[in-house]
């Protein structure tokens, strides 16, 4: 049974960063997908990022150029760099994974393509 741990959420300022962690268990696979989701109370789960075990990434329009995740497979652990935070991108962040799979099997970045998921890290942007 995979289990996932996020961790780094925080309150920051407008244009602050955070660099947010997803710690991972279980795994038996290996090939996965590892995706990174946001979601505001009332509204619908939000992907923002995702990786394969081969490095390969895909993101968001809305976060590109700004968002970075990355995976140590050594220690089993997932990061969400999240740069130049806007206060609308406040919500609970989210890493979700789906095994035995492969980066071009996602047509979309949505939360049914992922079978585990962690409890979320809360992320608010304030001034």
């Known amino acids: 049974q995979v289990q996932l741990v996020e961790s780094g959420g925080g309150s920051v300022q407008p244009g602050g960063s955070l660099r947010l962690s997803c710690a991972a268990s279980?795994?038996?696979?290996?090939?996965?997908?590892l995706g990174w989701f946001r979601q505001v109370p009332g509204k619908e789960r939000e992907g923002v990022a995702a990786?394969?075990?081969?490095?390969?990434?895909r993101y968001a329009d809305s976060v590109k150029g700004r968002f970075n995740v990355s995976v140590d497979n050594a220690k089993n652990i997932a990061f969400l760099q999240i740069d130049s935070l806007k206060p609308e991108e406040t919500a609970v962040y989210y890493c979700a994974v789906e095994e035995g799979v492969y980066i071009q099997a996602m047509l979309h970045l949505w939360p049914p393509f992922f079978k585990y998921w962690g409890q979320g890290t809360q992320v608010t942007v304030s001034s």
């Open positions: 990786i394969d075990s081969l490095g390969r990434t």
């Open positions: 279980g795994f038996t696979a290996s090939s996965y997908v």
